[in-house]
Structure formats: C-alpha cells, structure tokens
C-alpha cells in the first residue's frame, strides 16, 4: 500500500510542478514522501521562513494609513493583519504593544478630529482587536462621503454607437479638411 500511494504522490507531483521551477528540486527522487519533503524544505524550510520574516518586517516600513481616497483604512488593515499573520506562523509573533504601537504610528491621517480620535484610543484600547474596532468606526463615521478613486479610463464603459459616432465624427471632420 505505501508503495502505491507513495507512487501516486510522485506523478501528482509531477503533473502540478510540470514546467516549473519547483520541478528540479525533486527530479531525481523516486519517493513520493520524499519529492514532498524536499519541496517543503525548499518552499518552507528555515531560511524560506527567515526570508519571509525578513519581508513581512520589511513591509511594516512602507505600510501606512494617509488618506481615504487613495489607500483606505480597510486595505491598511488587510495589509497589516496579513503581515502578522506571516510574522506569527514563522515564529516571530508581535507582542500587543508593538502591535498597538505600530497601528497607531502608521496610521497618519492628517484629518484633525482622526488625529484626535488616534490619541483618545491609545489611552481607551488595551488590546489590538478593540483599538482596529474603534478605529474603523471613527474612519466610518468621519469619511463615509469620500469618494472613492475612479480609473482614468473606463473604455468598456462606453457603448458601442458613442465610439461609432465619434468615429465617424471624426471621419467627417478629416475628409473635410482635405
């Protein structure tokens, strides 16, 4: 049994890593168990953990929450929490401080009444999770009506007949000149 399933594991395997990198680093293993062990090692052993911590720290630097309208709160906090997340499952976790700390330096709204709300929570809120709860209801409450970016150019938007005439608009406009 172990030799069947160890075989099924190898040619599972080989058909998902086909044409990739990850594919040389069980080419020669004739082990399904094994070709696993060496993908883990490779993909996630200890300097594949030191790397990604190294990455997760390294973006809490260039992380920060400035305006509404361009990065909002929510996708600051998305970012943020995924960065812990990686921080903790390779074995460097934050303690509640930091957290606290890093959330309310990075979180640099210039909007007076927010700036006051920052100060009110770092005395208020004792644990991560209550400080983001009311952080997100004070952005809520002070920035409901902001705008949200809108791309500069929304081609499939326009409908078909605008762009004929336009076209041929411009067909008109040219033939003329000549």
């Known amino acids: 049994m172990f030799t069947i399933y160890s075989e099924r594991v190898l040619t599972l395997l080989k058909e998902l890593c086909l044409d990739t990198e990850a594919e040389a680093w069980f080419q020669n293993i004739?082990?399904?168990?094994?070709?696993?062990?060496?993908?883990?090692?490779?993909?996630?052993?200890?300097?594949?953990?030191?790397?990604?911590?190294?990455?997760?720290?390294?973006?809490?630097?260039?992380?920060?929450?400035?305006?509404?309208g361009t990065f909002t709160f929510e996708k600051f906090l998305t970012n943020y929490y995924q960065?812990?997340?990686?921080?903790?499952?390779?074995?460097?976790?934050?303690?509640?401080?930091?957290?606290?700390?890093?959330?309310?330096?990075k979180s640099q709204n210039a909007h007076p009444e927010f700036k006051q709300e920052v100060v009110i929570c770092r005395t208020l809120c004792k644990t991560f999770a209550s400080a983001v709860i009311h952080l997100k209801t004070v952005v809520a409450r002070l920035f409901f009506d902001v705008a949200k970016p809108k791309s500069r150019r929304n081609v499939s938007s326009v409908s078909n007949k605008v762009l004929e005439s336009t076209f041929l608009i411009y067909l008109g406009r040219t033939t003329r000149a000549r």
Do not use: W
């Open 83 to 105: 960065t812990l997340q990686v921080l903790e499952k390779y074995g460097t976790p934050l303690y509640e401080e930091e957290k606290l700390r890093l959330l309310f330096s």
């Open 30 to 68: 004739k082990c399904g168990g094994e070709a696993m062990k060496a993908l883990q090692v490779h993909y996630d052993g200890p300097d594949e953990s030191k790397r990604r911590n190294e990455e997760a720290r390294s973006k809490f630097k260039n992380i920060y929450y400035k305006h509404e």
